[in-house]
RNA sequence: GCGGGCGUAGCCAAGUGGUUAAGGCAUCGGUUUGUGGUACCGACAUUCGGGAGUUCGAUCCUCCUCGUCCGCC
């Protein structure tokens, strides 16, 4: 996938972070990890501090100094999980600002805006995602809706010639209205697709039903992204239905909360044997953290809330997660993917020792 | 030696004559999925310094004892 901050291996993962700081992360430190992409946020940048003053910087790239590529999400998803007062009609959504109370209107129109002026590589269609569950009939709503609102993002969208605008099919856990999204939303002919609404609260049974049967609904030669995924076997799973790339908070808020990925499993840094174990988080991982420090001083760290502890074990996290999704990309590229992850399984896991 | 205060979990600490003895820290686990970073959930005192007594029933009342702190000799 090309950018016009550079190209984009596929299957890939984004670290997500409100700047490029990825919370506590230097973009230096992010890009060593390995990643080629991240996610920024509109929402949150528009209550703080601001399109106008990211503009004035020269934009997004050089205010947070990521010269990378840097896709913004559109809101959709912060106003359906942030925002305590809000209400969504045909027209957009107005809520209450967490910060001071002042009243937002997001429309699809104001969030291609916004995202124009922080000048991201690729924007992201203003949707409406609906919780789970949701009754079918408030889903349709939502996918009527974000069908609508994706032909005003088209229109609104000012920078087509270097940003690409994604539409996120919608329809919950419900097959044919999947289908319809998907349909719909093809129509438009946009340079990628997302598979949104998912990572909402449903069980990680009926995430791979729903990606198995909404990702071959979108064309395969455009970018297909899975919104808010997630762990290994969830993105075996994807893959292997097609999608090319993720983002997902799980790296870096583990690592907030002393959770590391070693191998495809997780542990709790925190717990009582890493308190005297000297070895590396994991021998084999070539990430800063795994060459410098021992489990026994992230243990440390992190139980006295050092900061450096929360950015070793986001950094490795990171790099674990990087590193899985382009043994996935050499899988499919030397044709031994089907055969080393057995991706109709959800809960199988990677064999990573191979 | 005399007078007084206090002893509740590893630490701090509430509390009542009747059986669930608050809470916090620490400890030990778990959770986190299109990110308001340091969060959330759970476990953790058959027992209230020790002994005897009063009482249907004592962590709480009485006596003794031990420890500790403060005054005075």
């Given at each position: 996938m090309h950018t016009p901050h550079g190209d984009i291996p596929t299957p890939c993962f984004m670290p997500v972070g409100t700047l490029a700081?990825?919370?506590?992360?230097t973009p230096e430190q992010v890009k060593a990890a390995g990643a080629h992409i991240i996610l920024s946020n509109t929402y949150h940048l528009h209550l703080q501090p601001g399109e106008s003053i990211v503009q004035d910087a020269g934009g997004l790239h050089q205010f947070m100094n990521w010269d990378g590529p840097i896709l913004t999400d559109s809101g959709g998803f912060q106003v359906f999980s942030l925002s305590e007062m809000r209400t969504i009609d045909d027209r957009g959504v107005t809520f209450k600002s967490p910060r001071d109370g002042s009243i937002i209107e997001f429309t699809p129109e104001k969030s291609i805006q916004i995202q124009n002026d922080l000048g991201s590589d690729i924007i992201m269609a203003f949707d409406e995602c609906p919780p789970y569950p949701a009754t079918r009939e408030a889903v349709m709503q939502a996918v009527r809706r974000t069908t609508e609102w994706i032909s005003r993002c088209i229109s609104a969208h000012r920078r087509s010639h270097d940003q690409a605008l994604f539409g996120i099919v919608q329809g919950g856990v419900y097959p044919d209205l999947r289908q319809q999204s998907a349909r719909e939303l093809r129509e438009?002919?946009?340079p990628g697709y997302a598979i949104g609404g998912?990572?909402?609260?449903?069980p990680p049974e009926l995430i791979e039903g729903i990606v198995r049967e909404t990702?071959?609904?979108?064309?395969?030669?455009r970018p297909r992204y899975l919104m808010g995924v997630g762990t290994h076997p969830e993105m075996v799973a994807a893959v292997a239905g097609g999608v090319d790339l993720f983002d997902c908070v799980i790296p870096t808020r583990w690592a907030r909360h002393g959770t590391v990925v070693v191998r495809g499993e997780r542990i709790n840094?925190?717990?009582?044997?890493?308190?005297?174990?000297?070895?590396?988080?994991?021998?084999?991982c070539h990430c800063y953290t795994c060459a410098h420090y021992s489990r026994a001083y992230l243990c440390h760290l992190i139980r006295s809330k050092e900061l450096l502890g929360y950015t070793l074990l986001a950094i490795h996290n990171i790099a674990e997660l990087m590193s899985f999704t382009t043994q996935m990309r050499q899988a499919i590229l030397d044709g031994s993917f089907s055969s080393r992850w057995r991706p109709q399984n959800f809960t199988s896991s990677p064999d990573l020792n191979s």
């Open positions: 700081n990825v919370k506590t992360l438009f002919e946009l998912v990572s909402v609260g449903e990702a071959p609904l979108l064309p395969s030669d840094i925190k717990n009582l044997p890493h308190r005297r174990d000297y070895r590396p988080l994991d021998p084999d």
